[in-house]
C-alpha cells in the first residue's frame, strides 16, 4: 500500500472544513494522513476540534513576532518537526510570502468559497448577490503567490436562488466544501494531480 501523505491543516477559526477533511481521512484506503492541525490564534476554536479528534494541534502566536518572516519561520520549523508533505489552508486568515509558498509549491492548497476566479478575497457571498450572479460555489486550488489565484484542482457550484442571503447562501456552499475539499485532496495526495512547471497537470489513476 502507497504510504499516506503526512497533511497539516492550517486554519484561524472554527475548523469545520478541517473537521470535514479529518472524518474523510479516517477511510483506511484515503490517501492523506490529517497529522497536525495549527494556527495562527491560539483561541481558534478548531484546536480544540482538532485534540478531540486526537490530531496534533498547535498554535503560532502572530501576535508576538515582529513581522512575517519571523512568523512563517516558526511555522515552518512545526512543520519539520511533525514532518508535513502536505497543507490544507481550511479558513486560514493570513497571507503567506512568496517564499514560503514557494517552498511549498505544488504541495499546499486551498479551499475558496466562490467559482474562481470570480470573486477573489473576502465577503464572496455578498459580491455575489450583489453581482447578480445565477450560480455560485467553491473552488479548491494550488496555492501560488497571488491571491486566490493558483491552478484549479475541483469546483462545485450552486445554484442562487430567489430570496437568498449571504448567510443561506454562505450555507449551502459550505455543504459543498466539506464534499470538495476531501476529494481534491485524495486526488493530490494519490498523485492523480500535481502541479508541474507550467499548469496543473491531471493523471491517470
Not at 39 to 60: E, F, H, R
Request: charge should be positive; proline fraction near 5%.
Amino acid at each position: 500500500m502507497t504510504t499516506r501523505k503526512r497533511t497539516a491543516i492550517l486554519i484561524s477559526g472554527r475548523g469545520t472544513n478541517m473537521a470535514a477533511l479529518i472524518a474523510a481521512a479516517r477511510a483506511p484506503d484515503f490517501p492523506a494522513e490529517i497529522v497536525l492541525a495549527l494556527s495562527n490564534k491560539p483561541d481558534a476554536p478548531g484546536l480544540s476540534l482538532a485534540k478531540s479528534a486526537g490530531i496534533a494541534a498547535a498554535a503560532i502566536d502572530q501576535k508576538i513576532y515582529a513581522g512575517r518572516d519571523e512568523f512563517e519561520r516558526s511555522m515552518q520549523a512545526m512543520l519539520d518537526i511533525h514532518r508535513i508533505e502536505l497543507i490544507c489552508l481550511a479558513g486560514f486568515m493570513r497571507i503567506m510570502s512568496a517564499p514560503f509558498v514557494g517552498r511549498w509549491r505544488g504541495r499546499i492548497i486551498n479551499i475558496h468559497p466562490s467559482l474562481l476566479p470570480a470573486f477573489r478575497g473576502l465577503d464572496t457571498h455578498r459580491r455575489a448577490l450583489e453581482a447578480g450572479a445565477k450560480v455560485h460555489g467553491c473552488t479548491v486550488h494550488f496555492v501560488e503567490p497571488e491571491l486566490d489565484a493558483g491552478p484549479i484542482i475541483a469546483q462545485s457550484a450552486v445554484s442562487i436562488l430567489a430570496g437568498d442571503t449571504a448567510e443561506s447562501l454562505a450555507a449551502r456552499v459550505l455543504e459543498k466544501e466539506h464534499q470538495l475539499y476531501a476529494q481534491a485532496l485524495a486526488l493530490v495526495a494519490s498523485g492523480r494531480v500535481r502541479l508541474e512547471d507550467g499548469p496543473t497537470r491531471i493523471t491517470a489513476a
